[in-house]
Protein backbone atom coordinates (compact mmCIF):
# COMPACT_ATOMS: atom_id res chain seq x y z
CA UNK A 1 0.00 0.00 0.00
CA UNK A 2 2.05 2.89 -1.59
CA UNK A 3 2.16 5.94 0.70
CA UNK A 4 -0.64 4.99 2.72
CA UNK A 5 0.06 7.83 5.36
CA UNK A 6 -1.03 10.55 3.06
CA UNK A 7 -4.39 10.02 3.69
CA UNK A 8 -6.68 11.13 6.15
CA UNK A 9 -9.25 7.90 6.34
CA UNK A 10 -6.11 5.20 6.22
CA UNK A 11 -4.62 3.76 9.72
CA UNK A 12 -1.32 1.99 8.98
CA UNK A 13 -2.02 -1.21 11.37
CA UNK A 14 1.19 -3.13 10.65
CA UNK A 15 4.23 -2.18 8.21
CA UNK A 16 7.19 -4.06 6.82
CA UNK A 17 10.80 -4.61 8.50
CA UNK A 18 12.24 -5.44 5.02
CA UNK A 19 12.49 -3.22 2.24
CA UNK A 20 10.45 -3.82 -0.87
CA UNK A 21 11.41 -4.89 -3.97
CA UNK A 22 8.85 -2.00 -5.19
CA UNK A 23 10.15 0.89 -7.45
CA UNK A 24 8.86 4.06 -7.68
CA UNK A 25 8.23 6.26 -10.80
CA UNK A 26 11.75 7.49 -10.78
CA UNK A 27 12.95 3.65 -10.16
CA UNK A 28 14.01 4.07 -6.57
CA UNK A 29 13.49 1.74 -3.92
CA UNK A 30 10.82 3.00 -1.79
CA UNK A 31 12.04 2.90 1.62
CA UNK A 32 11.39 0.56 4.69
CA UNK A 33 8.72 0.68 6.47
CA UNK A 34 5.60 0.40 4.09
CA UNK A 35 2.26 -0.54 5.14
CA UNK A 36 1.44 -3.58 5.33
CA UNK A 37 -2.02 -3.68 6.33
CA UNK A 38 -4.18 -0.64 6.47
CA UNK A 39 -7.34 0.53 8.18
CA UNK A 40 -10.25 2.23 6.27
CA UNK A 41 -13.75 3.89 7.50
CA UNK A 42 -15.47 5.60 4.87
CA UNK A 43 -16.17 9.51 5.31
CA UNK A 44 -19.66 9.58 4.36
CA UNK A 45 -20.81 6.55 6.46
CA UNK A 46 -19.07 5.80 9.47
CA UNK A 47 -20.60 2.37 9.38
CA UNK A 48 -18.66 1.10 6.46
CA UNK A 49 -15.17 0.03 7.38
CA UNK A 50 -12.69 -2.47 5.97
CA UNK A 51 -9.11 -3.80 6.70
CA UNK A 52 -6.89 -4.88 3.70
CA UNK A 53 -3.90 -7.01 4.38
CA UNK A 54 -1.04 -7.70 1.67
CA UNK A 55 0.56 -10.91 3.63
CA UNK A 56 -1.91 -13.96 3.68
CA UNK A 57 -2.55 -14.31 7.12
CA UNK A 58 -4.98 -16.79 5.96
CA UNK A 59 -2.61 -20.02 5.52
CA UNK A 60 -2.50 -22.14 8.78
CA UNK A 61 0.80 -24.02 8.78
CA UNK A 62 -1.01 -27.29 9.46
CA UNK A 63 -2.77 -26.62 6.20
CA UNK A 64 0.29 -26.07 4.15
CA UNK A 65 2.74 -29.09 6.02
CA UNK A 66 -0.79 -31.10 4.86
CA UNK A 67 0.19 -30.09 1.29
CA UNK A 68 4.37 -30.75 1.43
CA UNK A 69 3.27 -34.13 3.17
CA UNK A 70 0.72 -35.15 0.16
CA UNK A 71 3.29 -32.98 -2.50
CA UNK A 72 6.64 -33.13 -1.32
CA UNK A 73 8.39 -29.54 -1.93
CA UNK A 74 5.27 -27.33 -2.64
CA UNK A 75 6.09 -24.95 -0.34
CA UNK A 76 9.75 -24.27 1.40
CA UNK A 77 9.90 -26.29 4.72
CA UNK A 78 11.91 -23.42 5.94
CA UNK A 79 8.42 -21.15 5.51
CA UNK A 80 5.79 -23.36 7.39
CA UNK A 81 8.45 -23.72 10.36
CA UNK A 82 8.34 -20.48 10.47
CA UNK A 83 4.74 -19.76 10.03
CA UNK A 84 4.70 -22.88 12.99
CA UNK A 85 7.07 -20.19 15.53
CA UNK A 86 4.73 -17.27 14.84
CA UNK A 87 1.42 -19.35 15.01
CA UNK A 88 0.37 -16.98 18.09
CA UNK A 89 1.44 -14.19 17.72
CA UNK A 90 -0.52 -14.65 14.32
CA UNK A 91 -3.59 -15.01 16.01
CA UNK A 92 -3.31 -11.85 18.22
CA UNK A 93 -2.75 -10.06 15.10
CA UNK A 94 -6.22 -11.63 13.36
CA UNK A 95 -7.74 -11.05 16.70
CA UNK A 96 -6.81 -7.25 16.60
CA UNK A 97 -8.00 -6.80 13.21
CA UNK A 98 -11.46 -8.46 13.59
CA UNK A 99 -11.34 -6.22 16.48
CA UNK A 100 -11.06 -3.06 14.52
CA UNK A 101 -13.90 -4.07 12.70
CA UNK A 102 -16.19 -4.01 16.06
CA UNK A 103 -16.35 -7.88 15.92
CA UNK A 104 -16.39 -9.51 19.07
CA UNK A 105 -13.74 -12.05 19.49
CA UNK A 106 -13.22 -15.74 21.06
CA UNK A 107 -10.35 -15.00 23.02
CA UNK A 108 -9.19 -18.24 23.38
CA UNK A 109 -9.34 -20.02 20.09
CA UNK A 110 -5.74 -20.85 18.89
CA UNK A 111 -5.05 -21.28 15.16
CA UNK A 112 -2.79 -24.43 15.96
CA UNK A 113 -5.52 -26.41 17.53
CA UNK A 114 -7.82 -25.44 15.35
CA UNK A 115 -9.79 -28.36 13.34
CA UNK A 116 -8.43 -31.00 16.17
CA UNK A 117 -12.30 -31.14 17.28
CA UNK A 118 -13.45 -30.99 13.71
CA UNK A 119 -13.76 -34.78 12.92
CA UNK A 120 -16.41 -36.06 11.03
CA UNK A 121 -18.82 -37.99 13.52
CA UNK A 122 -21.14 -41.62 12.56
CA UNK A 123 -24.74 -41.17 11.31
CA UNK A 124 -27.00 -42.83 14.08
CA UNK A 125 -30.30 -43.74 12.93
CA UNK A 126 -33.60 -43.86 14.32
CA UNK A 127 -36.92 -45.20 12.98
CA UNK A 128 -40.69 -44.53 13.18
CA UNK A 129 -42.10 -47.73 13.54
CA UNK A 130 -41.16 -51.65 13.13
CA UNK A 131 -42.96 -51.26 9.59
CA UNK A 132 -39.49 -49.46 8.80
CA UNK A 133 -37.48 -51.42 11.17
CA UNK A 134 -38.24 -54.47 8.45
CA UNK A 135 -36.73 -52.50 5.74
CA UNK A 136 -33.62 -51.00 7.60
CA UNK A 137 -32.44 -53.58 10.43
CA UNK A 138 -29.16 -54.94 8.19
CA UNK A 139 -28.81 -58.88 8.84
CA UNK A 140 -24.93 -58.60 9.04
CA UNK A 141 -23.29 -56.86 12.35
CA UNK A 142 -21.25 -54.48 9.26
CA UNK A 143 -21.48 -53.82 5.60
CA UNK A 144 -19.47 -52.07 2.93
CA UNK A 145 -21.00 -49.65 0.57
CA UNK A 146 -19.91 -47.64 -2.45
CA UNK A 147 -22.59 -45.03 -3.86
CA UNK A 148 -22.38 -42.69 -6.42
CA UNK A 149 -20.26 -40.24 -4.11
CA UNK A 150 -19.45 -41.02 -0.98
CA UNK A 151 -18.45 -44.53 0.53
CA UNK A 152 -20.42 -46.09 3.27
CA UNK A 153 -20.01 -48.22 6.72
CA UNK A 154 -23.16 -49.67 7.87
CA UNK A 155 -22.86 -50.79 11.30
CA UNK A 156 -25.72 -53.10 13.41
CA UNK A 157 -26.03 -52.05 17.35
CA UNK A 158 -25.22 -48.47 19.07
CA UNK A 159 -22.75 -50.55 20.84
CA UNK A 160 -20.96 -52.06 17.80
CA UNK A 161 -17.32 -53.10 18.95
CA UNK A 162 -16.50 -53.19 15.10
CA UNK A 163 -17.65 -48.96 15.75
CA UNK A 164 -14.41 -46.86 15.45
CA UNK A 165 -15.05 -42.93 14.91
CA UNK A 166 -12.91 -41.22 13.03
CA UNK A 167 -9.94 -39.34 14.43
CA UNK A 168 -8.37 -36.93 12.06
CA UNK A 169 -9.41 -33.56 11.69
CA UNK A 170 -10.57 -31.65 8.85
CA UNK A 171 -7.25 -30.69 7.45
CA UNK A 172 -5.65 -34.05 7.78
CA UNK A 173 -8.22 -35.77 5.85
CA UNK A 174 -10.21 -35.34 2.65
CA UNK A 175 -13.32 -35.89 3.71
CA UNK A 176 -14.80 -36.90 0.39
CA UNK A 177 -12.45 -40.39 0.14
CA UNK A 178 -13.05 -41.08 3.92
CA UNK A 179 -15.76 -43.73 4.61
CA UNK A 180 -19.13 -42.51 5.95
CA UNK A 181 -20.55 -44.68 9.21
CA UNK A 182 -24.16 -45.01 9.63
CA UNK A 183 -25.37 -46.47 13.16
CA UNK A 184 -28.35 -48.79 12.85
CA UNK A 185 -29.85 -50.12 15.96
CA UNK A 186 -30.07 -53.61 16.28
CA UNK A 187 -34.05 -53.91 17.87
CA UNK A 188 -36.70 -51.72 19.22
CA UNK A 189 -34.85 -50.82 23.04
CA UNK A 190 -32.20 -49.45 21.37
CA UNK A 191 -34.26 -47.69 18.62
CA UNK A 192 -36.54 -46.17 21.79
CA UNK A 193 -33.58 -45.18 24.08
CA UNK A 194 -31.50 -42.54 24.79
CA UNK A 195 -28.81 -42.00 22.86
CA UNK A 196 -25.95 -40.45 24.34
CA UNK A 197 -23.88 -40.15 21.11
CA UNK A 198 -26.56 -37.57 19.97
CA UNK A 199 -27.15 -35.20 22.92
CA UNK A 200 -28.19 -32.23 20.98
CA UNK A 201 -31.42 -33.85 19.41
CA UNK A 202 -33.93 -36.23 21.24
CA UNK A 203 -35.26 -38.42 18.95
CA UNK A 204 -38.09 -39.98 20.79
CA UNK A 205 -39.27 -36.08 21.83
CA UNK A 206 -38.81 -35.80 18.06
CA UNK A 207 -41.44 -38.52 17.59
CA UNK A 208 -43.40 -37.23 20.23
CA UNK A 209 -44.33 -34.13 18.30
CA UNK A 210 -45.03 -35.72 14.95
CA UNK A 211 -48.16 -36.86 14.00
CA UNK A 212 -48.29 -40.22 13.87
CA UNK A 213 -50.12 -40.30 10.38
CA UNK A 214 -46.84 -37.95 8.96
CA UNK A 215 -45.42 -40.05 5.82
CA UNK A 216 -42.20 -37.58 6.17
CA UNK A 217 -39.15 -38.77 8.59
CA UNK A 218 -40.01 -42.47 8.57
CA UNK A 219 -36.14 -42.53 9.45
CA UNK A 220 -34.37 -39.96 11.81
CA UNK A 221 -30.74 -39.17 10.72
CA UNK A 222 -28.47 -37.53 13.88
CA UNK A 223 -25.10 -36.75 13.18
CA UNK A 224 -22.86 -34.15 15.78
CA UNK A 225 -20.89 -33.49 12.63
CA UNK A 226 -21.38 -34.19 9.08
CA UNK A 227 -20.23 -32.60 5.85
CA UNK A 228 -23.80 -31.67 5.04
CA UNK A 229 -26.95 -32.65 5.74
CA UNK A 230 -28.45 -32.15 1.66
CA UNK A 231 -24.97 -32.75 -0.13
CA UNK A 232 -24.85 -36.35 1.73
CA UNK A 233 -28.30 -37.34 0.49
CA UNK A 234 -28.21 -35.42 -2.90
CA UNK A 235 -24.79 -37.07 -3.88
CA UNK A 236 -25.92 -40.54 -3.30
CA UNK A 237 -29.37 -41.57 -4.42
CA UNK A 238 -28.33 -45.13 -3.77
CA UNK A 239 -28.47 -44.80 -0.42
CA UNK A 240 -31.87 -43.77 -0.12
CA UNK A 241 -32.44 -47.07 -2.09
CA UNK A 242 -30.37 -49.38 -0.76
CA UNK A 243 -30.00 -48.35 3.04
CA UNK A 244 -33.09 -46.62 3.93
CA UNK A 245 -35.74 -48.86 1.44
CA UNK A 246 -36.90 -45.45 -0.08
CA UNK A 247 -38.39 -44.50 2.85
CA UNK A 248 -38.48 -40.71 3.05
CA UNK A 249 -35.44 -39.08 5.19
CA UNK A 250 -34.87 -36.51 7.86
CA UNK A 251 -31.19 -35.55 8.10
CA UNK A 252 -29.66 -33.29 11.14
CA UNK A 253 -26.24 -32.13 12.09
CA UNK A 254 -25.40 -30.51 14.75
CA UNK A 255 -22.66 -28.36 13.07
CA UNK A 256 -22.21 -28.86 9.40
CA UNK A 257 -18.20 -28.77 8.50
CA UNK A 258 -19.12 -27.55 4.41
CA UNK A 259 -22.82 -26.32 4.97
CA UNK A 260 -24.28 -25.72 1.49
CA UNK A 261 -25.94 -22.48 0.30
CA UNK A 262 -27.66 -22.17 -3.26
CA UNK A 263 -24.82 -19.70 -4.76
CA UNK A 264 -22.37 -23.05 -3.89
CA UNK A 265 -20.64 -21.04 -1.02
CA UNK A 266 -20.04 -23.15 1.68
CA UNK A 267 -19.28 -22.67 5.46
CA UNK A 268 -18.60 -24.54 9.04
CA UNK A 269 -22.47 -24.47 10.70
CA UNK A 270 -22.02 -23.02 14.40
CA UNK A 271 -23.47 -24.87 17.05
CA UNK A 272 -27.20 -24.09 18.24
CA UNK A 273 -28.14 -23.90 14.23
CA UNK A 274 -31.01 -26.63 13.35
CA UNK A 275 -29.60 -27.73 10.26
CA UNK A 276 -31.56 -30.51 8.27
CA UNK A 277 -32.49 -32.10 5.62
CA UNK A 278 -36.21 -34.15 4.49
CA UNK A 279 -36.74 -35.96 1.26
CA UNK A 280 -40.32 -36.23 0.17
CA UNK A 281 -40.44 -39.08 -2.72
CA UNK A 282 -43.45 -38.03 -4.59
CA UNK A 283 -46.05 -40.96 -6.27
CA UNK A 284 -44.87 -43.14 -9.25
CA UNK A 285 -46.04 -41.20 -12.45
CA UNK A 286 -46.17 -38.13 -11.06
CA UNK A 287 -44.63 -35.50 -13.57
CA UNK A 288 -46.70 -32.01 -13.93
CA UNK A 289 -44.64 -30.57 -10.97
CA UNK A 290 -45.15 -26.60 -10.27
CA UNK A 291 -41.75 -26.83 -9.08
CA UNK A 292 -40.92 -22.98 -8.18
CA UNK A 293 -43.68 -23.61 -5.42
CA UNK A 294 -41.79 -26.26 -3.93
CA UNK A 295 -39.15 -23.71 -2.16
CA UNK A 296 -42.48 -21.54 -1.07
CA UNK A 297 -44.22 -24.70 0.81
CA UNK A 298 -40.77 -25.13 2.44
CA UNK A 299 -39.92 -21.63 3.66
CA UNK A 300 -44.22 -21.28 4.51
CA UNK A 301 -44.10 -24.53 6.49
CA UNK A 302 -40.98 -23.31 8.76
CA UNK A 303 -42.16 -19.86 8.92
CA UNK A 304 -45.78 -21.61 10.53
CA UNK A 305 -43.56 -24.09 12.67
CA UNK A 306 -41.22 -20.80 14.36
CA UNK A 307 -43.81 -18.36 14.12
CA UNK A 308 -47.06 -20.36 15.65
CA UNK A 309 -44.85 -22.28 18.07
CA UNK A 310 -46.33 -20.95 21.35
CA UNK A 311 -49.91 -21.38 19.59
CA UNK A 312 -51.17 -24.03 21.92
CA UNK A 313 -54.29 -24.43 19.09
CA UNK A 314 -51.79 -24.61 16.03
CA UNK A 315 -52.79 -28.07 14.17
CA UNK A 316 -48.99 -28.71 13.83
CA UNK A 317 -49.01 -29.27 17.56
CA UNK A 318 -49.23 -33.38 18.35
CA UNK A 319 -48.92 -32.74 22.82
CA UNK A 320 -52.14 -33.06 23.72
CA UNK A 321 -50.48 -30.39 27.06
CA UNK A 322 -49.86 -27.06 24.81
CA UNK A 323 -52.87 -25.87 25.90
CA UNK A 324 -52.03 -26.70 29.62
CA UNK A 325 -49.08 -23.66 29.63
CA UNK A 326 -51.87 -21.27 28.74
CA UNK A 327 -54.32 -22.45 31.73
CA UNK A 328 -57.62 -21.20 31.06
CA UNK A 329 -57.01 -17.36 30.68
CA UNK A 330 -58.20 -17.13 26.84
CA UNK A 331 -57.21 -17.82 23.42
CA UNK A 332 -54.46 -15.50 22.60
CA UNK A 333 -50.82 -16.67 22.34
CA UNK A 334 -47.54 -15.13 21.75
CA UNK A 335 -46.36 -14.94 18.08
CA UNK A 336 -42.60 -14.84 17.12
CA UNK A 337 -42.15 -12.33 14.68
CA UNK A 338 -40.77 -14.57 11.67
CA UNK A 339 -41.70 -13.51 8.21
CA UNK A 340 -40.96 -14.63 4.46
CA UNK A 341 -38.53 -12.84 2.39
CA UNK A 342 -39.37 -13.88 -1.28
CA UNK A 343 -38.34 -16.56 -2.72
CA UNK A 344 -37.38 -18.85 0.25
CA UNK A 345 -35.61 -17.18 3.12
CA UNK A 346 -37.04 -16.48 6.49
CA UNK A 347 -36.06 -12.93 7.93
CA UNK A 348 -37.06 -11.97 11.90
CA UNK A 349 -37.41 -8.86 13.68
CA UNK A 350 -34.44 -7.63 15.17
CA UNK A 351 -34.69 -7.45 19.25
CA UNK A 352 -32.93 -4.27 18.98
CA UNK A 353 -36.09 -3.32 17.42
CA UNK A 354 -38.04 -4.27 20.30
CA UNK A 355 -35.77 -2.89 22.86
CA UNK A 356 -35.73 0.41 21.55
CA UNK A 357 -39.27 1.05 20.00
CA UNK A 358 -41.60 -1.30 22.22
CA UNK A 359 -41.91 0.65 25.66
CA UNK A 360 -42.84 3.74 23.55
CA UNK A 361 -45.30 2.00 21.44
CA UNK A 362 -47.69 2.24 24.19
CA UNK A 363 -48.73 -1.19 22.67
CA UNK A 364 -48.75 -4.89 24.20
CA UNK A 365 -46.82 -7.42 23.08
CA UNK A 366 -49.19 -9.46 21.24
CA UNK A 367 -50.37 -5.68 19.86
CA UNK A 368 -46.17 -4.58 19.36
CA UNK A 369 -45.79 -8.28 17.12
CA UNK A 370 -48.96 -8.24 15.42
CA UNK A 371 -48.35 -4.88 14.53
CA UNK A 372 -44.54 -5.39 13.64
CA UNK A 373 -45.34 -8.24 11.18
CA UNK A 374 -48.72 -7.68 9.53
CA UNK A 375 -47.42 -4.33 8.36
CA UNK A 376 -43.52 -4.59 8.54
CA UNK A 377 -41.10 -2.18 8.06
CA UNK A 378 -38.55 -2.78 5.22
CA UNK A 379 -35.16 -1.57 6.67
CA UNK A 380 -32.36 -3.55 7.59
CA UNK A 381 -32.40 -1.85 11.34
CA UNK A 382 -36.27 -3.80 11.65
CA UNK A 383 -35.74 -7.28 10.11
CA UNK A 384 -32.32 -9.91 9.81
CA UNK A 385 -31.96 -13.36 8.03
CA UNK A 386 -32.73 -15.98 10.28
CA UNK A 387 -32.91 -19.25 7.91
CA UNK A 388 -32.50 -19.83 4.49
CA UNK A 389 -33.30 -23.13 2.46
CA UNK A 390 -31.77 -25.13 -0.29
CA UNK A 391 -33.55 -27.19 -2.15
CA UNK A 392 -32.49 -30.41 -5.10
CA UNK A 393 -35.37 -31.96 -7.08
CA UNK A 394 -33.93 -35.17 -9.16
CA UNK A 395 -35.52 -37.91 -10.23
CA UNK A 396 -34.44 -41.73 -10.30
CA UNK A 397 -37.22 -44.29 -10.89
CA UNK A 398 -39.75 -41.31 -9.35
CA UNK A 399 -39.38 -37.63 -8.70
CA UNK A 400 -37.79 -36.76 -4.97
CA UNK A 401 -36.76 -33.43 -3.65
CA UNK A 402 -34.78 -32.74 -0.77
CA UNK A 403 -35.92 -29.66 1.68
CA UNK A 404 -32.35 -28.45 2.93
CA UNK A 405 -33.36 -25.88 5.72
CA UNK A 406 -30.67 -24.15 8.09
CA UNK A 407 -32.20 -22.03 11.17
CA UNK A 408 -30.46 -19.97 13.67
CA UNK A 409 -32.21 -21.44 16.83
CA UNK A 410 -29.85 -20.94 19.42
CA UNK A 411 -26.68 -19.61 17.88
CA UNK A 412 -26.84 -15.45 19.39
CA UNK A 413 -23.79 -13.96 17.78
CA UNK A 414 -23.33 -12.11 15.73
CA UNK A 415 -26.60 -12.09 14.92
CA UNK A 416 -30.53 -12.47 16.25
CA UNK A 417 -31.91 -15.93 16.80
CA UNK A 418 -35.06 -17.54 17.36
CA UNK A 419 -34.16 -17.77 21.15
CA UNK A 420 -33.69 -13.94 21.37
CA UNK A 421 -37.37 -13.61 20.82
CA UNK A 422 -38.02 -16.23 23.02
CA UNK A 423 -36.50 -15.13 25.90
CA UNK A 424 -38.77 -11.71 25.26
CA UNK A 425 -41.57 -13.21 25.21
CA UNK A 426 -40.65 -15.61 28.24
CA UNK A 427 -39.94 -11.99 30.32
CA UNK A 428 -43.69 -11.01 29.92
CA UNK A 429 -45.12 -14.45 30.16
CA UNK A 430 -42.41 -16.51 32.31
CA UNK A 431 -44.91 -20.10 32.13
CA UNK A 432 -43.95 -20.97 29.09
CA UNK A 433 -41.86 -23.59 27.53
CA UNK A 434 -38.11 -23.25 26.34
CA UNK A 435 -37.37 -23.82 23.12
CA UNK A 436 -36.71 -27.06 21.75
CA UNK A 437 -35.08 -27.64 18.18
CA UNK A 438 -37.02 -30.98 18.10
CA UNK A 439 -40.18 -29.66 18.38
CA UNK A 440 -39.44 -26.75 15.78
CA UNK A 441 -38.20 -29.75 13.48
CA UNK A 442 -41.12 -31.89 14.19
CA UNK A 443 -43.92 -28.61 13.31
CA UNK A 444 -41.77 -27.74 10.26
CA UNK A 445 -42.35 -31.49 9.19
CA UNK A 446 -45.96 -31.88 10.22
CA UNK A 447 -46.66 -28.41 8.09
CA UNK A 448 -44.54 -29.64 5.37
CA UNK A 449 -46.07 -33.24 4.70
CA UNK A 450 -49.74 -31.55 5.19
CA UNK A 451 -48.48 -28.73 2.42
CA UNK A 452 -47.04 -31.30 0.26
CA UNK A 453 -50.39 -33.28 0.31
CA UNK A 454 -52.27 -30.12 -1.15
CA UNK A 455 -49.30 -29.59 -3.68
CA UNK A 456 -50.21 -33.07 -5.17
CA UNK A 457 -53.42 -31.29 -6.17
CA UNK A 458 -52.52 -27.54 -7.13
CA UNK A 459 -54.32 -28.07 -9.89
CA UNK A 460 -57.40 -27.02 -8.05
CA UNK A 461 -57.94 -23.38 -7.66
CA UNK A 462 -59.45 -23.59 -4.15
CA UNK A 463 -56.69 -25.38 -3.05
CA UNK A 464 -54.02 -22.95 -4.48
CA UNK A 465 -55.84 -20.02 -3.66
CA UNK A 466 -55.98 -21.16 -0.19
CA UNK A 467 -51.91 -21.86 -0.20
CA UNK A 468 -51.32 -18.18 -2.05
CA UNK A 469 -53.37 -16.52 0.95
CA UNK A 470 -51.77 -18.14 3.55
CA UNK A 471 -48.26 -16.95 1.93
CA UNK A 472 -48.97 -13.91 1.45
CA UNK A 473 -49.96 -13.29 5.06
CA UNK A 474 -46.41 -14.64 6.86
CA UNK A 475 -43.97 -12.61 3.22
CA UNK A 476 -43.05 -8.96 3.49
CA UNK A 477 -44.06 -7.79 0.29
CA UNK A 478 -47.59 -7.28 -0.25
CA UNK A 479 -47.76 -4.01 -2.31
CA UNK A 480 -43.80 -3.53 -1.93
CA UNK A 481 -42.21 -0.65 -4.60
CA UNK A 482 -39.30 -2.33 -6.42
CA UNK A 483 -36.85 -1.51 -8.92
CA UNK A 484 -36.32 -3.59 -11.73
CA UNK A 485 -32.87 -3.19 -12.74
CA UNK A 486 -32.79 -5.10 -15.74
CA UNK A 487 -35.77 -3.39 -16.87
CA UNK A 488 -34.31 -0.36 -18.03
CA UNK A 489 -35.14 0.63 -13.80
CA UNK A 490 -38.66 0.11 -14.05
CA UNK A 491 -40.73 0.77 -10.92
CA UNK A 492 -42.68 -1.18 -10.08
CA UNK A 493 -45.15 -2.72 -7.04
CA UNK A 494 -45.60 -6.33 -6.49
CA UNK A 495 -48.82 -7.63 -6.68
CA UNK A 496 -48.36 -11.67 -5.76
CA UNK A 497 -47.22 -14.79 -7.17
CA UNK A 498 -48.38 -16.21 -10.30
CA UNK A 499 -50.77 -19.19 -10.21
CA UNK A 500 -49.33 -20.90 -12.93
CA UNK A 501 -45.73 -21.32 -12.65
CA UNK A 502 -45.27 -19.66 -9.29
CA UNK A 503 -43.16 -16.57 -11.04
CA UNK A 504 -42.59 -13.56 -8.96
CA UNK A 505 -45.61 -10.85 -10.07
CA UNK A 506 -44.73 -7.11 -10.07
CA UNK A 507 -46.90 -4.31 -11.81
CA UNK A 508 -45.41 -0.97 -13.93
CA UNK A 509 -46.44 1.34 -12.50
CA UNK A 510 -46.17 3.96 -14.99
CA UNK A 511 -47.74 1.85 -18.02
CA UNK A 512 -49.53 -0.87 -16.16
CA UNK A 513 -47.39 -3.94 -17.84
CA UNK A 514 -47.13 -6.70 -14.98
CA UNK A 515 -43.73 -8.68 -15.09
CA UNK A 516 -43.24 -12.28 -14.19
CA UNK A 517 -39.45 -12.71 -12.42
CA UNK A 518 -38.39 -16.53 -11.91
CA UNK A 519 -37.40 -17.36 -8.33
CA UNK A 520 -34.29 -18.86 -9.26
CA UNK A 521 -33.21 -16.21 -11.80
CA UNK A 522 -32.89 -12.96 -9.76
CA UNK A 523 -31.08 -11.24 -6.94
CA UNK A 524 -33.52 -9.51 -4.22
CA UNK A 525 -31.70 -7.01 -2.52
CA UNK A 526 -35.22 -6.44 -0.15
CA UNK A 527 -33.91 -3.25 1.92
CA UNK A 528 -32.69 -1.51 -1.01
CA UNK A 529 -35.93 -2.66 -3.21
CA UNK A 530 -33.75 -3.76 -6.44
CA UNK A 531 -34.64 -7.15 -8.08
CA UNK A 532 -31.83 -7.61 -10.91
CA UNK A 533 -31.05 -10.20 -13.42
CA UNK A 534 -33.32 -10.19 -16.47
CA UNK A 535 -35.89 -12.61 -17.31
CA UNK A 536 -38.18 -13.44 -20.62
CA UNK A 537 -41.50 -12.75 -19.23
Same mark, same amino acid.
Given at each position: FVNADAYDNVEVIARFEDELDLKDSDGKNYPKGQAAAVFCQSE???????????? =? *????????????DNNPGRYHQSIIDGLKQDCDTRDIFWKQLFRKLGLRVNGTTKSSEFGSDLTLTPTYLHYKNKTVAEKVIPNKDYEFYQFEHDSFQVFKGYQNNQLSQLHKGIFELDTDEVPKSIVIPKDDLENQSSNSFTPFFNSQKFFL?????????? !?LLLTERITSTSTLLDSNPSLMQNVFGNENVCS??? !???? %??? +?????????? %? @???????????? %??? $????? #??????????? $???R????????????? +???? #?YGEADHSYFQIPIV???????? !??????? =?? =?????? *?????????????????? @??????????? &?????? +??QVLFGIGVNCF????????????????????? *?? $????????? +??? &?????????????????????? *?????????????????KDFNNAKCEIIGISSDYGYLEARDKATGEIYQLKPDGNSFNIFAGLISKKVNH
Open positions: AEAKVKAVLVSP =H *LEYIPRILQKANYLKPNNKLAN !IVGA !IQLQ %GKG +RSGNAWVSPK %G @NLASTTSYNFPE %GKS $DLKVF #YLQYIAALSMC $DAIEYYNPFSNLNNDT +READ #YIKWPNDLY !ILKPSYY =HS =HFKQSG *LTLEEFIETSISTPIIDN @NVFTKVSGILL &NLKYTT +RWNKNPNPCVQDWVEIIQSHYNN *LP $DLEIEKIEA +RFI &NCLDSMMDNFLIFDKEAVMNSF *LRKFYKYWLHSGQDVTL
